[in-house]
């Protein structure tokens, strides 16, 4: 299972780092995604990276602000989030991904809020 965590209320412009903790051997196996739900919307895909790290995906909407890496050995996975914007306020997820699509159950988000 994975849990997100490292939200927090920040002001437009700031910066964020969450983290997604994995148990399970399996976790180095798989490629791991962000996903948010913003309040009243629908939940999206954010970021990606393969079970490697060697190749992510963003969504357009937050390329060349947000950087997603893992560490295999810690069984995590990290967003990092520079330049927040009021539109980037939602409850963030991480979950086992593929083609931008979450697969499995989820886990516990983490609520980013960003002030104007």
């Known amino acids: 299972q994975l849990q997100a965590s490292g939200g927090g209320l920040v002001q437009t412009g700031d910066s964020l780092r969450l983290s997604c903790a994995a148990s399970g051997r399996t976790f180095t196996m798989y490629s791991i995604g962000w996903f948010r739900q913003a309040p009243g919307k629908e939940r999206e895909f954010v970021a990606a990276i393969s079970w490697s790290g060697g190749n992510t995906d963003y969504a357009d909407s937050v390329k060349g602000r947000f950087t997603i890496s893992r560490d295999n050995a810690k069984n995590s996975v990290y967003l990092q989030m520079n330049s927040l914007k009021p539109e980037d306020t939602a409850v963030y997820y991480c979950?086992?991904?593929?083609?931008?699509?979450?697969?499995?159950?989820w886990g516990r988000g983490t609520l980013v809020t960003v002030s104007s």
């Open positions: 979950a086992v991904e593929r083609m931008r699509n979450p697969m499995g159950s």
